[in-house]
């Protein structure tokens, strides 16, 4: 891997080598982490432990759109809750689960750093804030 040459440690690459991995895969198999681990020349543990503490890392299969939903206490305070139970209704899913036609998965994040906007989602790489029932319908139609 090119970019383990880049740092002092290879260890230091594990990061991007799971956002390469993931980038053409879609997510990390417990494969994947054996095999980056071998090649960084660290456990599986310890590359399982970055994975699984990077939220937009995904250890299992995900849909074409992953919805982030900002579980905060500010997104809390301002509705979060309400946003969700929407969505999860529209959609047909709970946290960590995928549409049957494998459009959108849904996850909580715990910050998404917007706190005067709340509540805030993101789809994808989009960031959305000030949240309504109205306006989830007008984005969430743009994803396919």
């Given at each position: 891997m090119?970019?383990?040459?880049?740092?002092?440690?290879?260890?230091?690459?594990?990061?991007?080598?799971?956002?390469?991995?993931?980038?053409?895969r879609?997510?990390?198999?417990d494969?994947?982490?054996?095999?980056?681990a071998?090649?960084?020349?660290i456990?599986?543990?310890d590359?399982?432990?970055?994975?699984?503490?990077?939220?937009?890392?995904y250890?299992?299969?995900?849909?074409r759109?992953?919805?982030?939903?900002?579980?905060?206490?500010?997104?809390?305070?301002?509705?979060?809750?309400?946003?969700y139970?929407?969505?999860?209704?529209?959609?047909?899913i709970?946290?960590?689960?995928?549409?049957?036609?494998?459009?959108?998965?849904?996850?909580?994040?715990?910050?998404?750093?917007?706190?005067?906007?709340?509540p805030?989602?993101?789809?994808?790489?989009?960031?959305?804030?000030?949240?309504t029932?109205?306006?989830?319908?007008?984005?969430?139609?743009?994803?396919?």
């Amino acid at each position: 891997m090119e970019e383990a040459g880049q740092y002092p440690y290879p260890a230091v690459a594990c990061i991007d080598a799971l956002k390469i991995v993931q980038h053409h895969r879609g997510w990390v198999s417990d494969d994947s982490v054996k095999d980056i681990a071998q090649l960084l020349e660290i456990s599986n543990e310890d590359v399982d432990g970055v994975a699984t503490f990077y939220s937009r890392i995904y250890r299992k299969p995900v849909g074409r759109n992953v919805i982030l939903i900002c579980d905060s206490i500010s997104c809390m305070i301002m509705g979060y809750e309400s946003m969700y139970e929407y969505i999860s209704l529209k959609l047909g899913i709970h946290f960590g689960e995928t549409t049957n036609d494998g459009r959108f998965t849904l996850l909580p994040n715990s910050c998404l750093g917007d706190c005067d906007h709340a509540p805030a989602m993101m789809v994808n790489n989009d960031h959305y804030n000030k949240l309504t029932f109205e306006k989830i319908d007008e984005l969430l139609s743009n994803y396919k």
